[in-house]
Each structure stands twice: as structure tokens, then as C-alpha cells.
């Protein structure tokens, strides 16, 4: 047989979608933008943390900082999460049948989602409140936020995996498994400038974070000053801006044919734009004094903007991706949906055998058939008595067997319960116990 | 039918989201919903006992922070994974029936999620500010009234989303005309709602005093005083968490009283039903003692005593859930969707046509004698394995054995014969959808498994075979 790769049609959803497309690609954006945003802090902050720890165990200063940056990482975990809920919602209606067919073909990896990141959170939270209860035991702190970071830092495959493998139907019926969507084309370019986006906003938010007058450097640090710390942000932005821009390309060069068009294209030079001006501003603030840091605005317009048009590329990509194949999809519902119509007006007629030899007993004996025929059999135990037994009860009872039917108890302990037939109609049960008990005098 | 189907063949896949969706349960309604108003009215406790001249009772306070730092990591760690969670299993196992439910319920999830943040926002706020408030009077003031905000947010949680449950099991009206405000004002929304939230407060109110156990445990007065309140609390809302609970039963729609009689009554279920009775009046009435003792002669109560009557409560709420999940068998969405993901409206066109045929998932929609066995393994992953496995938890071929004998082989003609009227038996089983050819192989399928042990895997690991009918190349022709 010849190997031929072909791509499904799965039918939609045949329920409207319940607001505009248009008004649900908007939320899906700006609610994945504020999710995104939170998700930066906790990643970026909790790299930095690590980072800044090891340094602490020779500076003490720099576990002080640390320290600092911890305490916002458990805040922002927590609105990472609770914002992720709105654009997992928008996702989950625009692209129902792809995204779910991506989760289900990367299950188990899917899932593990869930434990793995609620192992990662009590760690943050064990890191955070053992700050002093470990102070002596330093490595063995930094090993815990450290296993944070590990699992932090493997969430985001998955889920770029799952909205990278959505994007193809085509590639469905290949993937066995997470590790072979992983591999697919361009999740780890997108991948690498996710990561460099964290350290990028973590940078920007640091220096937004020293930048409070009211927030006492001269309380927490003995050498370290204002300056040094705003520095240290910028520093730190400078690099997640490098970062980004150098993957930036890469996922510009393997982004796979499919999706492409100038409007893709477009927006990404454009992305690509704002992060090389955030950069040199950021350049600009490393190397100028204090007094004359005065970009701070434009990094943070500049890199919100970034943020907006690589957010808009990524849903138009998907857009071109999917667009034909959902047409497919749409006319095969609709077409589903007429023969479901068609055959409902003109069902199958599902008639009761009727054995006419049996003569008066012919309704009843399919009655039974129907209904009973795979628990009793005429003279043998199948899974409840054989008739013969039951004619032997209700001989002269007729109306005991009916109501037995419609209501039965349970007598006898070898057996399983009885089901009750509170469907069948009184007709029914007439003609049924009247075949029931002519088996002995056949 | 439409989706690349996840299967667990050894745990089952309801196994993975009654783990997730219990463990949410018992974390939201205790830890959130319940403990929440307990905490802040303790909190208040503790200024209005203290003397004049002081803001609060420092000592009380502290403790009482204490048991709120634990809720407050807990919540934000396991509690709201697992409510992401129930998302994440239930797009695995049932994505028709969520992707439904979602279409139907977008704005009430929309609202909900606005809600979330609130609270979650709030839930900072009130413990990471709790320290920095006891500075002053006016400002513990206004910390007790973010906890009021709080509780009152995560009540609204609970109350948005027990609308969604409620929905599924009895749609009412929305089966006639598809609209949320009808899905939202279905029948068995508000006594489920007035179930939950007296059981939530005393869930509450129990896991606080097996807090104070741990918290001061040094400190016989604050462990006093803790119980003697706590066991208050828990006095307030026993009698009308157990109100709620008949209230809830007896309005149950009528279809649903007798489809859970029968499925109850059935096979060995009667016997677990026997014990969800005697499980939720033990549990009740063993807290109830508990709250009892504890106004009283609070010094005497020691730990275990709160400990018991916790996993009673433990067992209580997942036992409700469920029955909860039982009796809307054989539906998924009541009326509309049945357990197997089917839709109600479609079974005439698999009647007619075969469920394979329509399938975008099978290796084959003609079935000759050679793959009878690979279409019958078709057919169970279509309309069996939501709820049957092949070889693990409640395994078709378990549920056979348990009929016909175990041991013994299986007779091909009777497995077929039995399950196109098992509904009419067994009401908490959807109809067979599919067509003759497909229920023989499916029984053939049923049999080999006897003697091959084999277990299925799911698309997670086995990927998906396109079904050449419903390809895009077959289509456009």
C-alpha cells in the first residue's frame, strides 16, 4: 500500500459561536497579552532570582536582591494563572476542534501540565518562606528555586508545542505522541525568543520596580545603590532584547510556508522594529548617568507595542494557516448536519421481528427478544432464571409477573439485580407475560 | 467522532477527572468559600475581644494568620491548578461536551474569569497586607472588610460555576431554545447552590479547628478558644447544610429520581448508595457531636476527634460528587449529549449509516471478516471508551463477565444480542449507536479481548488514523 499522508476534516462544534469572531480574536489578544506579561515576570524573575542567589553566595548583597525579586514571583504566579483562564476560554471557542485535537495527540504531556506546575508553585512558596530558616544551608535553598526554574522552564514547550501542532492538520495523523509534535518545525525558534521576551520584561519591570522613591534601597542594601539596581535592570533588559532579536530572525526564516503573507510579514519587520528601537533606548540608559536616563517611557511604550504587533502576527499566521481548512470544515458540518436532519425525517424503522408461526404469542415472543432475550433463555441460566422458572412462579399470576417486570426485586443472592422495564407499556407487558407463560405448554 | 480520542485503558478516564475535580472540590469549598468568612470573622474575633487600648489581640491575630497562610498557599497552588485542571481533563476526555458547554456558556465563563481575577487580586491583597494592617485601627478595619470582599467573590465563584454543573444534568428549558439565561435558571441550579454553600461553610469551619491543632499546640487557652468558636461556627451551618441536602434530593427532576433508583438499584449499586446515605448522615451528625462537645467542654477535644469526622466529610463531599456525575447518566448534557459524546439528534443518521462512516478518526468504515477485530477496536474507542476500558477499571469485559459468569467465554451472539437493549435495562447506558456490522464486530472485538488481554492506547500515544472517508483529498473531489 502506498504511504499517503492525508489531512482530516473533522466537523465543528454545530453550535453558533456565541459573539463575533472578531470581537473574540480581539479578547483572545489582549487577554493572552496580560497573561503573557505575568507569565514573563514569573519566568524571567524566577531565572533572575537563581542567578542573583548564586552570586549572593559570594556577594551577600546580591542574595538580598534575590530575595527581593522572589517576593514578586509568587504574586505574579498567581495572576499568571488566573489570566491565563480568558484566553484559554477564547482559544477553546475560536479553534475548538484544533486546539483540542493538539491537546489529545500530546495527552500526557497535556496533563502533566497541571502537576508540574502546581509542584513548581509550592516550590516558589517553600523557597520564599525558608529564606532564613535555610540561611545556612545555601545550596540547598538555591536547589529548591532551582527545580522551580527546571519546571518552569519545560511548561512552555508544551504549550507552544500544542499551539504550533494545531496550525496543522496536515501533520495530525504523523504525530505519535508529544515528543514527535515537539520536533515539528519552529518550536524551538519561538521557543527561544519566548525566553528571551521574559528576560527582557523582567529587566524592564526591575528597573520600573527600583525606580519607586518609595522604595527604601538604603533599608535592604549597604552597598548596592538606586543606580546600581536600575542599572542591573537595564542590563538585563539589554540582554532578553538580544536574545529576542536574534531568534526573532530565526523564527522569521523557519516559520513554515503555510501561514505566510505580507500581512504576516509585515507585522513581524514591524515587531522586529520596536524591538531594535526598545533596544538601543535600553543601550542608552546603560551607558548614560543617572541623571540623564531618560527613556524609560519609550522601552516600556516600545516594548508593549512589540508585544501587541508580535501578538497580532502570530493570530494572522494562524489565520492564513487555517483559514481554507476551516472552510473544509464548515461545509462538511453543514453537510453532516443535513444527512443528520435527512435521516431523523426518515429514520431507519426498527420493527419488532414478528415470528408469525406463533400466532397469538408473535408480539410478546419479540417483545422478549428485544428486551429480555440476553439475560433468559427458555430452559437454561444465562444471567437471570430460565422462563420455565418463571412460569413455575407465576402461573397462576399473571399480574404478579407484570409487576415484577416493571418493578423486580431481588431475591436471590447468586444472581445480579434485576433492571426494572418501567418503559414498557401496559400493552406490552400484557402480550409479553402471556408469551412468558405459554412456554410450558408448548 | 470529530476529535483524536485520549484514552487511559488501565485507570479509565472518568478515574482522572474525578482525582482532579474532587480534590478542587474539597480545596474550594473548604479552604476558599468555606474558610474565607471563618478566618475574617475570626480575625474580627480577635479585635473585639482584645482590650481598649490595644488594635487586636496579637497573639489570637498571629494564630489566626497562621491558618490563613496556609488556605492562602494552598488555594493559589493546588487549588487553582486543579480548577485549570478540570479544564485540561475534561478537553481530553470529553472535548465535545466541553467545547459545548463553552459555545453555550461563553459569557457566563467570560464573567466568571472576571471574577477570578478579582478574587485573586483580593486573596493577595488580604494575606500579604495582613502584617502591614495591624498597625493601626482603622487600617485592621479595613483589612477585615477586604475579607469580607473576599468571601463574598469566592461565593460568586462557586455560585457562577454551579450553574454550569447544574445545567448539565438537567438543562430545563434550553433544549427548546439554546440560551444562556435559560441554561443559567434551569431547575436544580439554586438547591444545589443552597446545598454547597452551608457545606462549604462547615467544611470550613472544620478544617479551621484541625488547624488550630497544629498551630497551638503549646498554647491550651488559644487552642480553647479556637474550638469553642470554631465549634460555633460549625453549630450554625450543620442543620442547614443538612436541610439543603433533602431539599436538594427531593427536587431532583422526577426522570432523574427514577433513573438514579434504577441505576442505583441495579447490580451492586444499591449497596454503594446505602453507604452515601450512611456516609452523609454519619458525617453531619459526627461534626454535629463534634461542634457540640466543642462549645461545651472545648479543653476535652482532642485531635482526633476533629480528625474523623474531617475524612467523613472527605468521603461526604466526594461521594455527592459522584452520585452527582451518576445520576446524569446516560447524558453528558442532558437531553442533548449522551455520555459516549454522541449527540441525541445524530443517532437516527448512525442508525442508518454506521458510526465508523462518520467517524474522522478510524482505520476502516468497510468491514469485511479480515479487520473485523481492528473495526470492532474502532467502535469501542467511538462509543465505549469514555467510560469502559479494555483491560483496566470497569473494563468491557468486566462488565460482561459480571452477567454471563467469570471465566467462562464469552458467546459472541449474546454479547450482541444484549447490547442494543441495554438502555432499555440498564437506563444509565446510552443506546447503542452504530449499525448490525458494527455491533458484530464490535462483540467480536468484546471477545478476542477474553483471550488477547490487550489494552487500547489513545491517541496520546498511538496518534490517529485518518479516516480516508473524511480526508480533505477525499472531500474535494
Redesign the interface.
Known sequence: MLFKVSTPIPKDIPLELPLPEWLLVTLLIVSFLAHIIFINLMLGGSIITLWAQIKGLKNKEYDTFAHEVAKTITVNKSMAVVLGVAPLLCINTLYTIYFYSANALTGFAWILIIPLVTVAFLLTYLHKYTWDALAESRRVHIGIIATAVGIFLFIPLIFLTNVNLLMFPEKWGTVSGFLDALVLPNVFPRYFEFLGACITITGVFLVGYHKRLRYRVEKLYTELTRNDLMKLGYNIAFIGLGLQILFGVVVVLTLPSKGYGFDVLISVISAGVMLVISAIYTWKSMVAAPENRIYYGKIVTFVLFYLVIYGGSRQMYRHNALSPHQKLVAAKTKEFQKQSEDARLHPVIETVEADTTLGEFAVGAGLFKKNCSSCHQEKEKLVGPPMTEMVSIYKENRDGLKAWIKAPGKKRPDYPQMPSFGSLSEGDLDELSKYILSINSK | ??????HLDWLNNRF?IAV?AILHVLINHGLAVGFIPYITWLEYKGVKNSPSNQITDFEWDNFIYKKMKVAF?IT???G???G??I???A??IS??S???L???F??A??IE?IV??T???L??IYF?TWKNANKSLHSKMRHIRFGWFLAVFSWITMALIVAILGFMMDPGNWNND?S?INGVFNPIYLPQLLFRTPTAMLVGGVYGMTLAFFFARKNKELLKRSVKLSSKWILVWAPLSLFAAFNYWNVLPEAMV?NMS?AV????F?EYYDILKIVIIVAISSVLILAMFGVFTPSKIKMWMVVIPCFFVFGFLGMFERVREFIRKPYVIGGYMYSNLL?V??Y??Y???GVLK?A??ASTTEITEENKIEAGRDVFMLTCSRCHTAKGVNSITYVFE???GFGKPLDVA?VA??IP??H????YMPPFPGNEKELDALAHFIKSLQTSGESVE???????????V????Q??K
Open positions: 467522532m470529530d476529535f483524536p480520542l485520549f482522572l482532579i498557599i493559589t497552588t493546588i487553582a491548578m486543579t485549570v485542571g479544564w485540561f481533563s478537553a481530553l472535548p465535545s466541553i467545547a459545548s463553552i459555545r453555550v461563553f459569557w465563563w467570560f474569569w477570578f481575577v478574587e485573586v487580586v486573596i493577595l500579604l439554546h444562556l427514577e434504577t438499584g441495579t447490580m451492586d444499591q449527540r439528534e445524530d437516527p443518521l442508525k442508518k449509516d462518520h474522522t478518526y459480571r452477567m454471563y449474546s444480542g444484549y437493549n441495554m432499555m435495562g440498564r437506563t489513545g491517541a496520546q500515544t498511538k496518534g490517529v488514523k485518518i479516516n480516508p473524511n480526508s480533505v483529498e472531500f474535494k
